[in-house]
């Protein structure tokens, strides 16, 4: 594992351990669908909506990719209904990763290593308190569906760089 990012956007300072997503399918689906998604979402971008699903039945099969593939998008709406502070993100095709695509990772990660902390902490830097409930019951079934398809993401750490008695839901939501 290696650092990837530190995050200040939401008044944040922390590291997130984990690992590249390239050569990894379990992390390169869920940063792949989540790119894909917000891109389709936003764009109405049916071709990209059928990359990502193609990519899910490659990887997965048929059924297992249909259940990932309707839990992304339970996910990443979940997580775009706070349009107060949206999420960021890059480039389907970009080899570098957001600070929020790197939430997103370590928190499907997390949930599905057992690692409660390290969740919270991630869901808390992704949503306002008030969403945390529907976005992390989201997460939580992206994170069963892919593992029920074989595809575990490897552990996620967090190094806080900020003392944890400063409140990490900070958000503008």
Not at 15 to 41: C, F, H, I, M, N
Not at 63 to 77: G, K, N, Y
Not at 114 to 136: K, P
């Amino acid at each position: 594992m290696k650092p990837t990012t530190e995050n200040n956007q939401r008044g944040l300072r922390f590291k997130l351990l984990l690992t590249s997503p390239q050569g990894r399918s379990a992390e390169r689906l869920v940063l792949d669908g989540y790119r894909g998604w917000r891109r389709g979402l936003a764009a109405r971008d049916m071709d990209a909506l059928e990359r990502i699903w193609k990519q899910f039945e490659a990887i997965l099969g048929d059924s297992s990719a249909a259940l990932a593939f309707s839990a992304m998008a339970d996910f990443v709406h979940a997580l775009d209904l706070c349009s107060s502070c949206p999420l960021r993100g890059r480039a389907v095709d970009d080899a570098r990763l957001h600070p929020d695509e790197a939430l997103v990772i370590g928190l499907v990660s997390t949930l599905q290593n057992d690692d409660t902390r390290t969740a919270e902490f991630c869901l808390n830097a992704l949503t306002c308190a008030s969403r945390c409930q529907e976005v992390g019951g989201a997460a939580s079934m992206l994170a069963m569906a892919l593992k029920s398809g074989g595809h575990t993401l490897l552990p996620a750490s967090i190094e806080l760089q900020q003392p944890l008695h400063t409140p990490i839901n900070q958000t503008v939501h």
